[in-house]
C-alpha cells in the first residue's frame, strides 16, 4: 500500500504567519486530499488536489486561505496562511489506497499537529 | 452522501468480541461501507470495506444485512492495542468518480485490562 511521508509533525506558529505543510507519497496517485482535525473532533476535508489542475475546495474552505500546490504526482503542500488560533488543528493527507489495504480504501498521513498561539 | 450513526463510546474487557453497530438509513444503490480506525496522533487506518451480506479479512469481520441500512463491525478477541476510534464511513467507491470521505463522530472503543 501507499506510504506517506508528511511534514512537520508538529508545529507551534504565532499567529498571523503562515506554515506550509508537505505531502509526499511513494507512488504516484492521481488525487490527494487534505483534511482538518479539530481537537476531539472527526476529520473535515478541506479540499482535493489533482496534479496539473487548481485544487477543489469544499464549503467552508477557500484558496486564499489554505492555498495548494500539487507540482507532481508524488507530491503536494498545504499552506495555512494568516493564521489565528481557531486554525490549532491537526492537518492530515489522503491518497487512494491500494495493495493490502483493498481497492477502496483510502491511506492517511500521520499528521501535522498545529498549535497557532 | 448518507449520513451515518455510531455509539459515541463503548468499553470492552481484554478478550471479548466487540461489535460496533452503525445505523446508515439513506444509503444509495452505489455505496459501499468502510471502516477505518484511528490511534491518538496517527491518521485513520483503513480496517475493512463491504457492499453486503458478509466480509471477513484478517483484522475485522463486517455484516451486512440485506436491506443495508446498517452495518456491524466485529473485532474478535480485542486487545488494549485495539483503543482507538472507529469511523464508519458510507459513501460511493473510489471508481465512481466521488472522492469524498465524509466522517461521523466515530466510536471511542476502550479496551480494559
Known amino acids: 500500500s501507499a506510504v506517506i511521508s508528511q511534514k512537520p509533525s508538529r508545529d507551534i506558529c504565532q499567529r498571523g504567519t503562515s506554515l506550509t505543510i508537505q505531502c509526499q507519497v511513494d507512488s504516484q496517485v492521481t488525487m490527494m486530499f487534505w483534511y482538518r482535525q479539530q481537537p476531539g473532533q472527526s476529520l473535515t476535508l478541506i479540499a482535493t488536489?489533482?496534479?496539473?489542475?487548481?485544487?477543489?475546495?469544499e464549503s467552508g474552505f477557500v484558496i486564499d486561505k489554505f492555498p495548494i500546490s500539487r507540482p507532481n504526482l508524488t507530491f503536494s503542500t498545504l499552506t495555512v496562511s494568516n493564521m489565528s488560533p481557531e486554525d490549532s488543528s491537526i492537518y492530515l493527507c489522503?491518497?487512494?489506497?491500494?495493495?493490502?489495504?483493498?481497492?477502496?480504501?483510502?491511506?492517511f498521513g500521520s499528521g501535522t499537529r498545529l498549535t497557532v498561539v | 452522501l448518507a449520513k451515518t450513526t455510531q455509539p459515541i463510546s463503548m468499553d470492552s474487557y481484554e478478550g471479548q468480541e466487540v461489535n460496533i453497530t452503525c445505523s446508515h438509513n439513506?444509503?444509495?444503490?452505489?455505496?459501499?461501507i468502510t471502516w477505518y480506525q484511528q490511534f491518538p496522533s496517527q491518521g485513520p487506518r483503513f480496517i475493512i470495506q463491504g457492499y453486503k451480506t458478509k466480509v471477513t479479512n484478517e483484522v475485522a469481520s463486517l455484516f451486512i444485512p440485506a436491506d443495508r441500512k446498517s452495518s456491524t463491525l466485529s473485532l474478535p478477541r480485542v486487545s488494549l492495542s485495539d483503543t482507538a476510534v472507529y469511523y464508519c464511513l458510507v459513501g460511493p467507491w473510489a471508481g465512481a468518480g466521488s472522492y469524498q470521505l465524509t466522517f461521523g463522530k466515530g466510536t471511542k472503543l476502550s479496551v480494559i485490562p
Open positions: 488536489a489533482n496534479q496539473g489542475s487548481e485544487a477543489t475546495y
Open positions: 439513506n444509503i444509495a444503490t452505489n455505496d459501499y
Open positions: 489522503s491518497v487512494e489506497g491500494a495493495g493490502g489495504e483493498g481497492r477502496y480504501g483510502y491511506t
